[in-house]
């Protein structure tokens, strides 16, 4: 018999509506997503006081992320992750099927100084029209003060780096970097707990209600690092995508069983295509999950061919 405590846990996502977003979650990753919803956001695994993932089955069915971080920390999580009062990641999923705004997230100097908090995040592209691309960066030789007067003229983008991207590339944002993902592109968000965002241009775009998005130019000048030219996409060293301060990010193909950690501490897992079983609990793709520490050498099996994962180490103190 299998132990109830080696099970991988999942949780319940919280749906956003944006008004970029489609219902691109639902054929992809066969979310059941509100009728009559654009749901640009999936929020997948997060532990904030505004929201907060709920376990959906298994020995810790009903309680939350937040439980499981402050009572359970060691079991579930291992001996070296940080002593944080929440957990210190949040995982998304992202349907733009209409372009994102301009913005940029503060790193920690700059967010303590403007009562925010800092974000690091990584990009995996699950899918992407053709020629589907981001604003990424800045362009050679953008100068602050250029970039002040084309924010007053609207004509900041094209100041912009423009970067065309394809399924199955990973970006990598650190905080400070200016961005905007364009439409027909479906991600897989890695990122550090925060919800701060500086958005400082939206495209004259207008909600439901007819009201332009609110704007954060002062912060977003501070945010921005205006030596940050032209960055590409992460070049791959084997299963490594990006290791980071905030966290590790790797992709698999598993093609055999193979234990799902190979460290003492638990990891998040993301089932990309295929599919998978885990201590007799069958996996698909769209389904983010936790192997907790206490699944030892717990093996995950490929049910399919092609079956690749996303794994996330979680920062160690």
């Known amino acids: 018999m299998e132990n109830p405590e080696s099970a991988p846990i999942l949780f319940e996502p919280i749906f956003q509506e944006r008004v970029w977003g489609g219902r691109r979650l639902e054929s992809a990753f066969g979310k059941k ?44 999580f ?32 700059v967010a303590a100084d403007l009562g925010g908090e800092p974000k690091t995040e990584a990009w995996y592209v699950a899918a992407a029209d053709p020629g589907a691309e981001l604003l990424f960066g800045l ?13 007053r003229k ?37 990122q550090q707990n925060s919800d701060t965002t500086y958005r400082v241009f939206d495209w004259n775009r207008r909600d439901r209600d007819g009201r332009e998005r609110e704007l954060h130019l002062e912060q977003g ?23 980071c301060p905030e966290f590790t990010l790797e992709k698999w193909d598993l093609t055999a069983p193979r234990p799902a950690l190979d460290r003492r501490g638990g ?12 201590a007799s609990v069958q996996l698909r793709p769209g389904d983010f999950f936790l192997a ?11 049910l399919a061919r092609f079956t690749t994962l996303l794994r996330v180490l979680l920062p160690t103190r």
């Not at 291992?78 to 998304?92: E, H, Q, S, Y």
């Not at 000048?221 to 290791?243: N, Q, T, Y």
């Open 78 to 109: 291992g001996d070296d992750v940080p002593d944080t009062p929440r957990f210190p990641l949040l995982a998304k999923l992202l349907d733009a099927r209409e372009k994102l705004s301009l913005q940029v997230h503060p790193s920690a100097e």
């Open 267 to 278: 990891a998040l897992f993301f089932c990309l295509t295929g599919a998978l079983e885990m």
């Open 139 to 151: 362009r050679c030789g953008t100068k602050r003060n250029d970039f002040a007067d084309a924010l």
């Open 221 to 243: 000048m501070k945010s921005i690092a205006f030596d940050d030219f032209e960055p590409g996409v992460v070049r791959p060293e084997g299963e490594l995508l990006v290791r």
């Open 154 to 190: 609207g004509a900041v983008a094209d100041l912009v780096h423009r970067l065309t991207i394809k399924t199955g590339e990973t970006i990598f944002v650190p905080s400070g970097r200016l961005h905007a993902i364009g439409p027909g592109i479906l991600i897989v968000e890695i």
């Open 33 to 76: 997503i509100p009728p009559g919803k654009s749901i640009g956001e999936s929020w997948e695994i997060v532990d904030r006081a505004e929201a907060q993932s709920v376990v959906r089955q298994g020995h810790w069915c009903g309680r939350t992320l937040h439980q499981l971080w402050s009572e359970h920390r060691r079991e579930i």
């Open 292 to 302: 907790p520490a206490s699944a030892g050498d717990t093996p995950l099996a490929p």
